[in-house]
């Protein structure tokens, strides 16, 4: 899951080790409609990856939406859910949208989807050093300390479950590196899940298009708590500003008139000291 254009699909081909879903550069979305493919690995183990488009992109309608998680939910009907990628790009600065995405999921499937799932950071290729570049100095450790109150959320929601990819490495040393990391993440998912894939009672649900509602105007009106309160914030801080302002001039006021005061100079003719 995550916003258009984070690489989900490019993240899918990765894990696949092959061109399974279409990935390219643009400013709309390029998956229109969620898709499954499937690899089976040296050692016989099949993974699953299903494909979505950036599903909770504000723009979309609950008709769009409702349709997406019903296919997903079909897609998945034979094995069930056994860990959810939030996929985030470390290229693009973290949005209110993916917030709201992250909230839309726990809103319509529960706090436990968060059990299954998983950060993970594509344009890993940003972090290698390049010796004529000073920009390239931040380290992934860097970055993850930097990063919006939000996000940090987030990641603590999914216990810290974080991974970074690039999806644009030619070696094939670093691309196993990466799957086999995610795949060891993905285990420690199941085990701590006790075996059991993600299902949820939504899952049999035929009213998800009302629930689906019930959470876009939930969302809609904490957004509107969230503008209301960062509102108020920043007529505090004018406020604040401006009190801030107005002892500066009074301040320079007064130290322009104690400059400007003529200066006393006592003689004293006779010091019995001296
Ligand atoms: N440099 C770099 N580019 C990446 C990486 N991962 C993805 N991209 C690029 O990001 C662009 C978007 O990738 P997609 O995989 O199409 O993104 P998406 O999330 O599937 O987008 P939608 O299908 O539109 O929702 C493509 O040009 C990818 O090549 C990465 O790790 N490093
Ligand atoms: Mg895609």
Redesign the pocket.
């Known amino acids: 899951m995550?916003?258009?254009?984070?690489?989900?699909?490019?993240?899918g081909?990765s894990i696949l080790g092959k061109k399974a879903?279409?990935?390219?550069?643009?400013s709309?979305?390029?998956?229109r409609s969620s898709e499954l493919r499937s690899c089976a690995r040296n050692n016989g183990q099949i993974i699953n990856v299903i494909?979505t488009?950036?599903m909770f992109d504000l723009s979309r309608g609950t008709d769009y939406i409702t349709r997406e998680i019903v296919k997903c939910i079909d897609l998945a009907s034979n094995t069930g859910i056994h860990a959810v990628l939030l996929?985030f790009?470390t290229?693009n600065r973290f949005s209110q949208e993916e917030a709201a995405t992250v909230k839309t999921l726990q809103n319509l499937f529960g706090f436990k989807i968060m059990d299954y799932a998983i950060v993970l950071f594509?344009?890993?290729?940003?972090f290698e050093f390049d010796d004529d570049d000073d920009d390239n100095i931040v380290t992934f450790e860097d970055y993850l300390r930097d990063i919006p109150v939000p996000l940090k959320d987030i990641l603590i929601a999914c216990n810290n479950r974080c991974l970074l990819?690039?999806?644009?490495t030619r070696s094939e040393t670093k691309k196993n590196e990466q799957v086999n990391n995610l795949l060891a993440m993905v285990n420690e998912v199941i085990a701590q899940n006790g075996g059991h894939p993600f299902t949820h009672t939504l899952f049999h649900s035929t009213k998800l298009e009302e629930k689906l509602n019930e959470v876009k105007s939930k969302l809609e009106s904490q957004i509107a708590d969230e503008r209301e309160a960062r509102r108020k914030a920043e007529e505090k801080l004018q406020e604040m500003q401006k009190r801030f302002d107005d002892q500066i001039r009074d301040q320079n006021k007064l130290l322009v008139e104690v400059l400007r005061r003529p200066v006393e100079v006592k003689v004293v003719k006779e010091c019995p000291i001296l």
């Open positions: 995550g916003r258009t254009g984070n690489g989900k699909s490019a993240t081909n879903f279409k990935s390219q550069k643009s709309l979305g390029i998956t494909d488009p950036g996929v790009s290229k594509t344009g890993g290729d940003e990819f690039d999806n644009k």
